[in-house]
């Protein structure tokens, strides 16, 4: 069994940054991948960034690409969002989840999520 537990979310100007953190607890196996997924109000839950397990591949949507970085501390089994330059567009309640399957961009290839933590960008 996967948790996931998300953390790091606030209230920033636009063009300030936050560091979301997922805390990863159960059994990972190499294959797996966990991603951040953010949903906005009355929109479909949409991948940000993806990481696989061992951190060696990584994506980016197109419009965070330069502006956010995924990474993952395997001695602490967290997978960090570093967002920099946020934009009003950005503010969205923030998801991390885990993909048995491998690297994948699709909401539903991701089998487990945490709880989320919300993202709020003033203007």
């Known amino acids: 069994q996967v948790q996931l537990v998300e953390s790091g979310g606030g209230l920033v100007q636009a063009g300030g940054s936050l560091r979301l953190s997922c805390v990863a607890s159960?059994?990972?196996?190499?294959?797996?991948?966990v991603g951040w997924f953010r949903q906005a109000p009355g929109k479909e839950r949409e991948i940000v960034a993806a990481?696989?397990?061992?951190?060696?591949?990584?994506y980016y949507r197109d419009s965070v690409k330069g502006q956010f970085t995924i990474s993952r501390d395997s001695a602490k089994n967290t997978v960090d969002l570093q967002m920099n330059s946020l934009k009003p567009e950005d503010t969205a309640v923030y998801y991390c989840?885990?993909?048995?399957?491998?690297?994948?961009?699709?909401?539903?290839?991701?089998?487990?999520w945490g709880q989320g933590t919300q993202v709020t960008v003033s203007s």
């Open positions: 989840g885990v993909s048995r399957g491998g690297l994948r961009v699709g909401a539903v290839a991701y089998g487990f």
């Open positions: 159960g059994v990972f196996m190499s294959t797996y991948a």
């Open positions: 990481i696989t397990w061992s951190g060696g591949i990584t």
